[in-house]
């Protein structure tokens, strides 16, 4: 007899938006661009401890970086 089992799948692990990177999030970083996004909308990259900086100088660059803030799994 043949019986399956339901199996709840682990969620997966979120990790660093950085290219090539394949560090555990430990920051998310809040961003919208102003010409395509309402004002309120925030899209989130993530961020290893390594990243933050880098990714932040990147969109804060741009005018996009609204708030940086620990990743609540981190």
Same mark, same amino acid.
């Given at each position: 007899?043949?019986?399956?089992?339901? !199996?709840?799948?682990?969620?997966?692990?979120?990790?660093?938006? @950085?290219?090539?990177?394949?560090?555990?999030? %430990?920051?998310?970083? /809040?961003?919208?661009?102003?010409?395509?996004?309402?004002?309120?909308? !925030?899209?989130?990259?993530?961020?290893?401890?390594?990243?933050? @900086?880098?990714?932040?100088?990147?969109?804060? %660059?741009?005018?996009? /970086?609204?708030?940086?803030?620990?990743?609540?799994?981190?």
């Amino acid at each position: 007899m043949y019986v399956e089992v339901s !199996r709840v799948s682990e969620p997966e692990a979120a990790i660093c938006s @950085a290219k090539g990177c394949t560090d555990a999030a %430990a920051w998310e970083l /809040l961003w919208n661009n102003p010409k395509i996004h309402t004002p309120e909308r !925030r899209k989130t990259w993530l961020a290893c401890n390594e990243h933050k @900086a880098s990714l932040s100088d990147f969109l804060g %660059a741009r005018g996009f /970086l609204k708030d940086v803030v620990a990743h609540a799994d981190a």
